[in-house]
């Protein structure tokens, strides 16, 4: 087990781990594989540059300042250096005590206290979502751009990553699986993800009952934190996390399923009264299929993009290519350079949205040269960023969830249609 706490910070009442920082030998294999140091080239934009500023602010050896804060704003928390660490240094409890030091120093900007009273009133989402789509049907949103109501909030990238919104759908406490049950899961419905894509989430139980599983969808769940951790807030996320260890409690689901990786690499990491938090398509590809269940083959190429949380964080990335493999005739293809972060980390395109689309800018690249039918990514953060990329630069690639494409083929297997293959996230 890695060390979390080390040594108080008596200067600033935070507690960092000394001992986790004090494994990196400074050795820079790392580097390469560090986002923002190759695109900078720059030490401060690397996992060992960063690692040393931190623990020189937290033994107070260096001022926190705004210009060390910028550097540490800049990585993605993709952890794709911790994979690769040949010292096994945890660099995600660092990072994690380094937003914390520096939001008790720095404060946290307006959008960010924004987005953590809206994650704390989930259900707020649905009345501001019925609002979003009014705005968006009656241009309303170009006036508030206008105006610079948009940028005040600090939220001008936030309204360019949104697609088309639907309705939310309401949701139910239980959905009763189709012929023999074998096993009960619980749905986490994360928070952007519930808000911009219900259709996902609705697909995900629709496959789920059908393969023979209850779903339970508790209702007081919340957010799964990650947000907080971002903005240094601690507090607000074990606080999420109670809530959604209260909500699971009565659920008596086996697994806890969660479909955006970005949720599952945080729930993942949380004690749940023994119950598992698992992504859907680990749960998924270790389980047969039915004997009356097949997909409807597909003949078609289908590009998979894969999220730094579920590759670094779950490290459970084949499982989306073991499913999509149960599709006959589709052809499938990884996105070059999968290793590298697209840039959709969490709250990243808001925070840091030049950095976000330089990072963006090559996959966008390949996705022309490849012209696939449609690009799949299994995180609601991938897909938003990605999708906002491909409507900028007017490609026509459908970007879609990993579920809903197996959904869809099952269903037309089954009855002849399913959902479209239009793009999801126009
Ligand atoms: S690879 Fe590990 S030990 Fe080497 S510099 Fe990077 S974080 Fe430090
Ligand atoms: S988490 Fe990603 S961006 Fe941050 S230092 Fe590690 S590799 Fe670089």
């Known amino acids: 087990m890695p060390a979390t706490v080390q040594q108080p910070l008596p200067h600033l009442q935070i507690d960092f781990p000394f001992a986790e920082a004090d494994r990196c030998v400074l050795c820079g294999l790392c580097l390469p594989h560090c986002p923002t140091y190759r695109l900078t080239e720059d030490e ?24 060390a804060g910028a550097h540490l704003s800049r990585c993605l928390g993709c952890r794709a250096c911790e994979r690769v660490c040949p010292s096994g240094v945890h660099y995600g409890i660092i990072l994690d005590a380094g937003r914390s030091l520096l939001a008790s120093r720095l404060g946290t900007s ?28 009656f241009g309303v949103r170009k006036l508030l751009r206008s105006l610079g109501v948009m940028r005040w909030f600090g939220l001008q990238q936030a309204e360019a990553l949104l697609p088309e919104l639907k309705p939310m759908p309401p949701w139910q406490t239980l959905y ?8 009960r899961v619980a749905l986490f419905l994360g928070c952007v993800a519930r808000a911009v894509d219900g259709e996902t989430l609705q697909a995900a139980i629709r496959l789920l009952t059908r393969l023979g599983h209850d779903v339970v969808v508790p209702a007081p769940q919340g957010c799964c934190g990650a947000l907080y951790r971002e903005a240094g807030d601690q507090d607000g996320a074990a606080m999420m996390a109670a809530q959604n260890r209260s909500a699971f409690a009565e659920s008596g689901a086996q697994t806890i399923l969660t479909l955006a990786s970005g949720c599952g690499a945080v729930l993942a990491g949380q004690d749940f009264a023994g119950t598992p938090a698992v992504d859907i398509h680990a749960f998924l590809a270790e389980r047969d299929m039915p004997a009356d269940c097949s997909f409807e083959p597909l003949r078609q190429t289908v590009a998979v ?6 590759r ?31 840039g959709g980390a ?42 906002a990329g491909i409507r900028e630069q007017q490609l026509t690639i459908p970007v879609l969830h990993p579920v809903m494409l197996l959904e869809r083929q099952l269903r037309r297997a089954e009855t002849g249609s399913g959902l479209s293959a239009a793009n999801r996230f126009r």
Request: charged share 25%.
């Open 346 to 387: 969490g709250s990243y395109p808001l925070r840091e949205p030049d950095f976000a689309q330089r990072l963006r800018a090559p996959k966008l690249a390949a996705l022309a040269q490849l012209k696939p039918d449609v690009l799949v990514s299994a995180n609601i953060g991938c897909l938003l960023h990605l999708a």
């Open 312 to 342: 670094n964080g779950l490290r459970t990335e084949q499982a989306v290519y073991r499913l999509l493999e149960r599709i006959p005739e589709l052809q499938i293809t990884a996105l070059p350079e999968n290793a590298i972060c697209c």
């Open 176 to 183: 009763p699986a189709e012929g023999r049950q074998r096993e």
């Open 305 to 310: 993009q894969d999220p730094c949380s579920l």
């Open 110 to 137: 307006r959008r960010e206290r924004l987005l953590l009273v809206l994650m704390r009133h989930l259900d707020w989402l649905r009345p501001l979502t019925a609002i979003a789509r009014v705005a968006q049907r």
């Open 44 to 67: 401060n934009e690397s996992p060992r540059g960063r690692i040393s500023l931190l623990r020189a602010m937290a033994s107070a050896n260096l001022p926190v300042t705004r210009e």
